[in-house]
Nanobody, 129 residues
Framework: QVQLVESGGGLVQAGGSLRLSCAASARTLSGYAMGWFRQAPGKGREFVAGISATGGIKLYGDSVKGRFTISRDNAKNTMALQTNSLKPEDTAVYYC?????WGYGSGYVPRDEGSYRYWGQGTQVTVSS
């Protein structure tokens, strides 16, 4: 069982930045692919970014490419999302997620929420115009 806790959300003006963090309770995160998703009011959950177990592969949703950067530190059991040049349409609850890579290989980075087994409770990001 892996427990995930997000932090770092808040209210920021358009053009600003936030650094979101995800802390995991697992003995080690080296066996998990991880991702960030977001959900705006009235919308479905959207893939934001994903990172492979070793950090060598990073994927981004089209709407955040070039503005957001995902990273992880397996020694500290943490993952982060640096969000820059924020826009009002980035307003959402941001969730971190984790999925065991057993049977998939170290390069596994799913984009669909159904492929992730473990989820945090989310952190609110609000971008004002």
């Amino acid at each position: 069982q892996v427990q995930l806790v997000e932090s770092g959300g808040g209210l920021v003006q358009a053009g600003g930045s936030l650094r979101l963090s995800c802390a995991a309770s697992a003995r080690t995160l080296s066996g998990y692919a991880m991702g960030w998703f977001r959900q705006a009011p009235g919308k479905g959950r959207e893939f934001v970014a994903g990172i492979s177990a070793t950090g060598g592969i990073k994927l981004y949703g089209d709407s955040v490419k070039g503005r957001f950067t995902i990273s992880r530190d397996n020694a500290k059991n943490t993952m982060a999302l640096q969000t820059n040049s924020l826009k009002p349409e980035d307003t959402a609850v941001y969730y971190c997620a984790a999925q065991e890579i057993w049977g998939y290989g170290s390069g596994y980075v799913p984009r669909d929420e159904g492929s992730y087994r473990y989820w945090g409770q989310g952190t609110q990001v609000t971008v004002s115009s």
